[in-house]
């Protein structure tokens, strides 16, 4: 990321804030109650979550400051923005159907499809900068226990 002047740096900040933003908001909106829910053995501390969370979606947001940066006008790039963008709704499309609606069942189909997605998001980044790529992989990483953590929730809630 060396060569960039002031209006990148502000660019990239903007990235990482409006990540960070509408990845945030569903849980300010539908909160994040664990009340009602029936923890497995390896669930975390919660202080974990907004965490990794915020650091997340701050690597998401240099990554798809990364992508941007090619160029909005190649169809590639194009390709690649629209793969973050359905990750994204996916994403904030999780929180409240969790905890808003207390509903482990439908949140793991719907944390499945991000899984999908999020692994369609790093092919279509890799396409145009394999470090924008590489920004993702802590995601899945978090993604795929957060999937396991979903299903152990619903097997024990049902």
């Given at each position: 990321?060396?060569?960039?002047?002031?209006?990148?740096?502000?660019?990239?900040?903007?990235?990482?804030?409006?990540?960070?933003?509408?990845?945030?908001?569903?849980?300010?909106?539908?909160?994040?109650?664990?009340?009602?829910?029936?923890?497995?053995?390896?669930?975390?501390?919660?202080?974990?979550?907004?965490?990794?969370?915020?650091?997340?979606?701050?690597?998401?947001?240099?990554?798809?400051?990364?992508?941007?940066?090619?160029?909005?006008?190649?169809?590639?790039?194009?390709?690649?923005?629209?793969?973050?963008?359905?990750?994204?709704?996916?994403?904030?499309?999780?929180?409240?159907?969790?905890?808003?609606?207390?509903?482990?069942?439908?949140?793991?189909?719907?944390?499945?499809?991000?899984?999908?997605?999020?692994?369609?998001?790093?092919?279509?980044?890799?396409?145009?900068?394999?470090?924008?790529?590489?920004?993702?992989?802590?995601?899945?990483?978090?993604?795929?226990?957060?999937?396991v953590l979903n299903y152990a929730i619903w097997r024990l809630s049902g």
């Amino acid at each position: 990321m060396a060569g960039l002047d002031a209006r990148d740096l502000l660019v990239l900040a903007g990235f990482v804030v409006g990540v960070n933003a509408v990845g945030a908001a569903p849980s300010l909106v539908a909160g994040a109650d664990t009340s009602w829910i029936e923890e497995p053995w390896f669930f975390p501390p919660t202080i974990a979550f907004p965490v990794v969370w915020t650091l997340l979606f701050t690597l998401m947001g240099v990554a798809l400051f990364l992508i941007w940066r090619r160029g909005a006008g190649r169809r590639d790039v194009k390709i690649a923005l629209g793969a973050f963008a359905v990750q994204m709704a996916l994403n904030v499309a999780w929180t409240p159907v969790f905890f808003g609606l207390q509903a482990p069942g439908p949140g793991l189909a719907i944390i499945l499809a991000l899984w999908v997605a999020i692994v369609a998001t790093i092919a279509a980044f890799d396409r145009v900068d394999r470090r924008a790529a590489a920004l993702l992989a802590p995601y899945l990483a978090w993604v795929t226990f957060a999937a396991v953590l979903n299903y152990a929730i619903w097997r024990l809630s049902g």
